[in-house]
């Protein structure tokens, strides 16, 4: 995704040096360019601290219900951080939720952002926090992926692949 937008940011400035009249913007646009494909490669090497690894939903037969989708989170940062959103294209919405233990059955909670310790791996999961989906917009077969993009408060936005299993 980094080297995609600078791959864009590339094109860009051709079209423009070859379209524009004015001199000034064929030196300012290339510089700026280069300036900005650097920013987005320091980010890039900032999200290395934090990985994504082994997410998944189970099949589902029909559109329109809720899913819970889990996944592994490890931060190898030296300060916390926290999950606060998920966009996925197979789903409408997504919630944070946890699972609240109290008196009778366990019961899921929406939460405004799942908690991700320092130096530590946290583990996503149907018992535990975990990202629901809601309003599936498909049915989902087994050994169907798709993508989704996890947001994170420090990290920012990471990319991940989602396995649909049985
Ligand atoms: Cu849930």
Request: proline residues 5%; contains cysteine; positive net charge.
């Amino acid at each position: 995704m980094p080297f995609e937008r600078g791959l864009h940011c590339a094109v860009a400035c051709r079209n423009i040096k070859c379209n524009s009249v004015k001199y000034g913007s064929w030196i300012a646009l290339p510089l700026f360019c280069l300036i900005s494909t650097f920013g987005v490669m320091r980010n890039a090497v900032a999200n290395e601290s934090l990985a994504i690894v082994d997410a998944r939903v189970a099949a589902v037969d029909k559109a329109g219900g809720d899913l819970p989708l889990t996944m592994t989170i490890k931060n190898e940062a030296d300060s916390a951080d926290a999950l606060l959103r998920v966009r996925c294209p197979v789903a409408n919405f997504s919630e944070r939720h946890t699972v609240d233990r109290g008196e009778g059955a366990p019961a899921m909670r929406s939460i405004s952002n799942i908690p991700v310790p320092a130096k530590g791996t946290l583990e996503l999961k149907r018992d535990g926090y975990h990202v629901m989906l809601l309003q599936l917009r498909q049915a989902l077969t087994p050994g169907e992926t798709f993508k989704c993009a996890v947001v994170f408060q420090k990290a920012g936005t990471i990319e991940t692949e989602v396995q649909v299993q049985k």
